[in-house]
């Protein structure tokens, strides 16, 4: 019970990691008790009327607003439709949920809202309810957005952690921590030479195709808040399955791992908005990566690791390149404030 | 295309009246385009696998937090199965995004959360999925919610304003003006001889008997944000009918009135938490309201008026106690920041 020791809300409550899990577990689920929420999934699965139904949320606090590779409309599109394919889900539809300040400049959210339109019509999903909300200016930072969205079962998929196994291979669509360097970069007014681009896409039309055409996907999630070593470490303590990765395999862009180490930040611990973590059975890996790579949003997949046997605490393991081992633990949460 | 000579969101943007209905058909509907939002109902009604599949969503923004007959937490869930029920649906389940500032104290938080629990549980709904952000001091004003929730259809109810005729009843469940004048009356530090209470109540197990046991409805909003005013004036551009109401009949507690006065609001315009405005065909009238008053949530259920034919722009007019006609018009939308 360690959340009850902090009087106050930190902003690493909200950072993904530890302390997220802490508030969610002592001082949130008691309160909601009951057996959907408890899964903690990325998507809640109901029974409505001898089919499946798929519910996800998400707020979106980002700042800047507008950065490289997106805004903070784009990202609360992609993000909740993210959070419905990541639980084997097909995107339906998407409410949204506006709360902005006085002041705010119509031109801003009109770009914001055009980003919107344009996103869930590439992804195929439409916006169908909604809220607007104003604020007195220094009420809100400009303007925070929700999203949630329901989606149906694909036929014959169902993913979970109680499926994963030892030999199953961990595999990832592309080079990690692209948004949260993009971002804090902006925001920090640093620049390098080649322009950081966040991976911000909705990856609802990427894992339709995985999950319509190759049967050994056991379960899926998107690498956010927390990055790949919190996906990892969640996959890991969910499964009580060790999880061991290559350093070598993962793929990363030189100039955000630059800017990770001009801003001292473990790129591992750094939130993606276009990047899954998968873990699939030895014999269907290559026909998954096979899939990805034919993908604009799956070029650069590669085979990061494999779920292992776990004799004591699940742990995730990175090989360093340098033939190291360093345990990679669910990062405390401090690192990224409003990065999404 | 008034809108757009506003080069900046002011407040009354949220306000639930003129200025909110520009914003959504000028700024946000162009953008979105579709049939189901293009309805603009309290909830988006979904073809799923051959069933109805509602979908709504609200932020939460009220200051304070927490108010006589509430807090946040009790709003937000109350105010999303309304907006189910309304829509003639039986809610199912929610979703619930917390955006809390830094240094928002546990205490509150645990209350809120309190608060969400046990309204949830009353009116049988479980929170199934959820989100939480933190925002650094200063970004958010302690704590802002947001809730979706979907549900399913009740057999053989369907509600619209297509439905509408001449003779058609009006009816509401109780007094209006008492959760938007209990909020402003304690933000303004006013006190009366009887404290104001909000009405903030789920409304789906009420309706829900409602729908279940009479065949005459035909259409039903909660009169939310913009008040009596802004519902009434919706159903009657909506159905292309005048509404024709009587002052006596629409019930208003003393001290609410006496708060309204004493602020200079127009109780009409002012927002309500637990009250619906019903449509309900002549023969059923009786019925219906026989079943409202014998629930704690309709004991002052009274018919205020009823649905005329229209010759040219559709009109809501009250007659006042003394005889009078007066034109209610759709609220401009500056009144009441912050309210729910």
Not at 77 to 84: E, H, P, R, S, Y
Not at 118 to 132: C, F, H, L, S
């Given at each position: ?27 949130i689920?008691?309160?909601?008790r009951n ?9 809640a ?7 499946s139904?798929f519910f996800?949320t998400d707020s979106y ?8 590779g ?8 992609c ?22 300040e006085e002041?705010?400049?119509f031109a ?5 809202l055009?980003s ?6 590439e992804?195929?999903?439409d ?8 604020v007195?200016?220094?009420g809100?930072?400009e303007?925070?957005?929700n999203?949630a ?6 036929e014959g ?6 499926k994963?196994?030892a ?7 592309g080079?990690i921590g692209?948004h949260?360097l ?5 925001r920090e ?8 681009l966040?991976d ?11 999950l ?7 379960f899926?999630r998107?690498?956010?808040r927390?990055?790949l070593?919190?996906?990892?470490s ?5 499964s ?14 030189p100039?955000v ?23 699939v ?5 290559d ?11 799956g070029k ?13 605490e ?6 360093t ?7 990679i633990q669910?990062p ?7 990065i999404?």
């Amino acid at each position: 019970m360690k959340a009850a020791k902090n009087k106050k809300i930190l902003l690493a409550h909200g950072g993904g990691g530890r302390l997220t899990e802490q508030l969610i577990r002592h001082n949130i689920l008691p309160k909601l008790r009951n057996d959907v929420l408890a899964k903690l999934g990325d998507s809640a699965k109901l029974d409505f009327h001898s089919e499946s139904l798929f519910f996800t949320t998400d707020s979106y606090v980002v700042k800047p607003l507008f950065f490289n590779g997106g805004d903070i409309g784009k990202l609360a599109v992609c993000g909740t439709i993210n959070d419905l394919a990541v639980a084997g889900a097909r995107p339906l539809a998407l409410s949204l949920s506006l709360i902005i300040e006085e002041g705010f400049e119509f031109a801003k959210l009109d770009k914001i809202l055009d980003s919107i339109g344009q996103t869930a019509k590439e992804n195929n999903v439409d916006i169908v309810t909604g809220d607007t909300k104003t604020v007195e200016a220094g009420g809100v930072d400009e303007i925070f957005i929700n999203t949630a969205g329901v989606g149906e079962s694909i036929e014959g998929v169902e993913l979970g952690l109680d499926k994963l196994e030892a030999t199953d291979k961990v595999i990832i669509n592309g080079s990690i921590g692209d948004h949260g360097l993009s971002v804090m970069s902006q925001r920090e007014g640093l620049e390098f030479q080649t322009e950081l681009l966040s991976d911000c896409a909705g990856l609802g039309g990427l894992i339709g195709q995985l999950l319509e055409n190759t049967d050994g996907v056991k379960f899926m999630r998107d690498a956010t808040r927390g990055g790949l070593a919190a996906t990892l470490s969640e996959i890991s303590s969910g499964s009580k399955l060790n999880i061991e990765i290559h350093e070598k395999n993962i793929p990363i862009k030189p100039s955000v791992q630059a800017a990770a180490d001009m801003l001292g930040f473990d790129i591992l611990t750094i939130a993606n908005e276009g990047k899954f973590v998968a873990i699939v059975k030895p014999e269907s890996a290559d026909d998954f990566v096979k899939i990805c790579k034919a993908h604009p949003l799956g070029k650069e997949t590669s085979i990061i690791g494999k779920v292992t046997e776990s004799s004591g605490e699940p742990t995730v393991r990175l090989i360093t390149k340098i033939g190291g081992k360093r345990i990679i633990q669910m990062p405390y949460g401090r690192e990224l404030p409003r990065i999404c």
